[in-house]
Structures are given as C-alpha cells and as structure tokens.
C-alpha cells in the first residue's frame, strides 16, 4: 500500500522521522482503535489519534457533555452541552480529516457487549472514568488478543500503561489493579478534582503510546513497553516508571488461557 499525494503531504512530518517513515504511516492509516472514554483522557487522545491518521476509530462512551466538562475536555464546546460525547467526539473526527472511518458507540460497555466493540481492533485505549469498565476492557481485550492503552488521571497525577497479557509472561491491566476494583462504587473524579491540563498531558502521552504498540514490527518506533506503568506527577514535575509483573492468579489472565 502506498499513500496518495494529498495524504503525504498531511504526514510529512511523520514520514520524514526515520523512527516512523512512510512504512509507519501506512501502518497507521490501516490501524483500528477502539477508544473506551471520550471525556478527559480520550478527548486529547483521540486529537492526536486523529491527526496521526489513524484509519479507523470506534469512539465509545455512555455519557452526555456537561459544563463541568469543558474545563479539559477539549473537542467539546457551549454548544454541544447536552449531546453524546461519542456523537459529538464522531462529528469532530469527521470535519476534521474526511478520509478517517469513524463511529460512535453510545452505551456502556462491559461483560458481553465488548466482544462485538472489539472485533477488528488492533489496539483499545482506555481512558475512562470507572474500574469495572477498565477491568472489564481488560478482560475483553486479554481474551481477544487485542493489546491495551490504559490511561488515568486525578488531581494532578496521572498514569499511562500499555498491557499485553494475552502474551507469555506479559501482564494486563488486572494483573496491576487485582480484583477488589470490580465494583462501581469507587470513582472520585467528580470529588476529588483535576487539573484540566494533566487531562491534556497524559491523554496525549496515551496517543503516544498507542502509536508505539501500533508501529511494532513497521518502524523503530514501535517498541511497545508491555507492562511498563508511566506515572506522571505534575504538580511538582517528574515521571516515574515501574513494571508490571503477571500475576499467575490473575482472573482475566487465567479465563483466556494466558498464564505460563
Ligand atoms: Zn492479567
């Protein structure tokens, strides 16, 4: 496959990097990624998904745009106050770049609904807003041999992962958090605050992330760092990493068959 002048042109920043090159962008602009959350995580992710050309996006999420959202939720204005966040985040992608598949899943997802969201996707980006979505996200993408962005942020922290436990030895994103997060009761966003600029720092560290996983085996880019967590602290600067071990009881490990 080869890309057409008009889209070379829109990449040339891409393909002049040797780390990403024409081979890069091509992969790319074949790539399917399914974003679990549309709010502030996925609405800068899903800016830099977009503008790097990823060819396909499924954009899912149960909510509507509120307010209190506008303070880091970026692709979202006044006006859109009241819609879904996956529509409005669809139209956006669409006056943005035409020739990017796009499509809005407005619903929750979890348990066996996640099957069908998935199918085709080369990658999951996660930036949503509880843990039994996230665990359920992880479990759904352990079984079907997807890898997985996970991305969090409160205050001023944030985190940002890339799971792969479908693989010999590599974790997921439960073998990190275990099981005691399955119930819906534990979601401080709304309570406990966040900057709005930490939503834009670690949704645009996720992208990043994302194309490392995509590129793998196409450019030098593409080292995927399976199981490498990325804390980032803003309120005073650093990053800190750590590695996330398999945990051999894991429960969406073992069910796919993916313990050594
Ligand atoms: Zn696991």
């Not at 081979?23 to 503008?51: D, E, N, R, W």
């Amino acid at each position: 496959m080869t890309l057409a002048p008009d889209r070379l042109e829109r990449f040339a920043r891409h393909i002049v990097l040797p780390e990403v090159g024409g081979a890069g962008q091509v992969a790319l602009s074949t790539a399917h990624v399914v974003l679990i959350g549309c709010g502030g995580i996925g609405s800068p992710a899903l800016q830099y998904l977009a503008a790097a050309g990823i060819g396909e996006l499924t954009l899912v999420d149960d909510d509507r745009i509120d307010a209190s959202n506008l303070q880091r939720q970026t692709i979202f204005a006044e006006a859109d106050i009241g819609r879904p966040k996956a529509e409005v985040a669809a139209q956006w992608v669409e006056r943005f770049d035409r020739s990017l598949k796009v499509r809005a899943h407005v619903g929750r997802v979890g348990g066996d609904n996640l099957a069908p969201v998935l199918e085709g996707a080369h990658l999951v980006l996660d930036g949503c807003d509880n843990f039994a979505t996230r665990l359920a996200v992880s479990d759904a993408c352990v079984a079907a041999g997807v890898p997985l962005t996970s991305a969090a942020i409160g205050r001023f922290q944030g985190q940002v992962a890339n799971f792969a436990g479908h693989l010999p030895g590599e974790s997921c994103y439960r073998c990190f958090v275990g099981d005691a997060f399955d119930a819906e009761d534990c979601d401080s966003c709304a309570a406990d605050g966040v900057l709005g600029a930490m939503a834009g720092m670690v949704g645009a560290f996720a992208a990043m992330q994302a194309i490392r996983v995509l590129l793998e085996g196409r450019a030098t880019l593409g080292d995927p760092q399976w199981g490498k967590l990325h804390l980032v602290e803003g309120f005073v600067p650093s990053l800190r990493t750590m590695r996330i071990a398999k945990d051999p009881a894991c429960k969406g490990c073992l069910k796919a068959g993916a313990v050594d």
